[in-house]
């Protein structure tokens, strides 16, 4: 359970706040950037590749969470859940567990959806992971084909030069790439589960 703090909308005003909180700091943020975007095909009806994506859970089986430790299901968006980073996406440093709630903002059932993702572990210090927002696209190619597209964009980081972010950009694209890649095997893996 998130704890009680200022930082916790929950205590007041459940998914509401919680989504406030997430138009604020992610959707609506001018500084929100893509750093990543992968498309891919999967030989799977659209039906059943959002059956995978359905359960808001699968946003714990990727690179970028370790685990989901609290979740508010409203069946779409206004589902929010605190879950744990353990591993960095970008830089391969060990950190410690950093708490975030995930918020569902998109929810268009066979289509989209997206998570905005809050760090609300004021305790990282300089390896605090930025809120970022998560999206999957779904297109139907066919009876039995989908295009998947994910994208990955993040809060521009603060305290940091043009220089070192015009050579920074570049690599973090990169490992964001790779994590959407980590991301597509375990929705193959699941899609070949439900079959």
């Known amino acids: 359970m998130v704890p009680e703090s200022s930082e916790n909308p929950e205590s007041a005003e459940g998914s509401a706040g919680w989504a406030t909180q997430a138009r604020q700091r992610v959707t609506e943020n001018p500084k ?32 970028f969470h370790n685990e989901i430790v609290d979740m508010h299901d409203a069946g779409g968006v206004g589902t ?48 605090r992971t930025p809120d970022h927002k998560q999206l999957i696209e779904l297109e139907p190619m066919g009876p039995a084909r989908t295009q998947l597209t994910y994208t990955v964009a993040t809060i521009r980081m603060e305290g940091i030069s043009e220089v070192t972010r015009f050579f920074f950009r570049p690599w973090a694209r990169f490992q964001l790439r790779r994590a959407i890649g980590k991301k597509l095997s375990h929705i193959r893996k699941d899609l070949g589960r439900s079959i």
């Open 32 to 63: 929100l950037e893509v750093m990543a975007r992968k498309s891919f095909v999967l030989d799977y009806p659209v039906e059943d590749v959002w059956q995978v994506i359905d359960d808001p859970l699968h946003w714990q089986a990727d690179a």
């Open 80 to 127: 929010y859940f605190e879950m744990l980073h353990t591993n960095h996406p970008i830089i391969p440093w060990p950190m410690p567990d950093q708490r975030f709630v995930g918020v569902v903002m998109d929810w268009e059932p066979l289509r989209r959806q997206s998570v905005a993702e809050l760090n609300i572990d004021s305790s990282a210090g300089s390896k």
